[in-house]
């Protein structure tokens, strides 16, 4: 994950069913300002991935809030563990495009899904 200001990489696994669940929510979003959560793996445990999506302004652009922790192969060393928690804003074509990524992924068993953010930052 980058938001051109910092960036990592974890590796999670989780199923492709859940995928093709989260994929679903994605439909027309975003819709009723709703918030949508997904994640694999556990906080603090052996490595964690969770996207937030929320609506941030009327015009359509949607936050997502993306956290991740890397692989560690012990849970006695908390401190080796790398976190990264950032936000990425993205338009509404950018959440249908992954959303199909996500389809195809979880219907062929293999692939690459990428939500790309916008360049440009929104001001308060």
């Given amino acids: 994950m ?3 200001i910092f960036s990592g990489v974890t590796e999670v696994y989780d199923q492709y069913e859940r995928i093709a669940e989260f994929a679903k ?3 027309d979003y975003p819709r009723e300002n709703k918030i949508l959560f ?3 793996g556990e906080k603090d445990s052996y490595s964690y ?3 937030k999506y929320y609506p941030i302004d009327n015009v359509g652009h949607i936050g997502v809030e993306i956290h991740i922790e890397s692989n560690v192969p012990t849970i006695y060393r908390q401190e080796e563990k790398g976190k990264l ?3 990425i804003v993205v ?3 950018a959440i249908d495009n992954f959303r199909k990524a996500l389809f195809n992924l979880a219907r ?3 692939g690459t899904a990428i939500l790309f ?3 440009n930052r929104l001001d308060d």
């Fill in 117 to 119: 953010g916008s360049d």
């Fill in 38 to 40: 997904y994640k694999a």
């Fill in 85 to 87: 928690k950032l936000e």
């Fill in 108 to 110: 062929n068993k293999e």
């Fill in 49 to 51: 991935f969770s996207m």
């Fill in 91 to 93: 338009e509404p074509s």
């Fill in 25 to 27: 929510e994605l439909t």
């Fill in 2 to 4: 980058s938001n051109n």
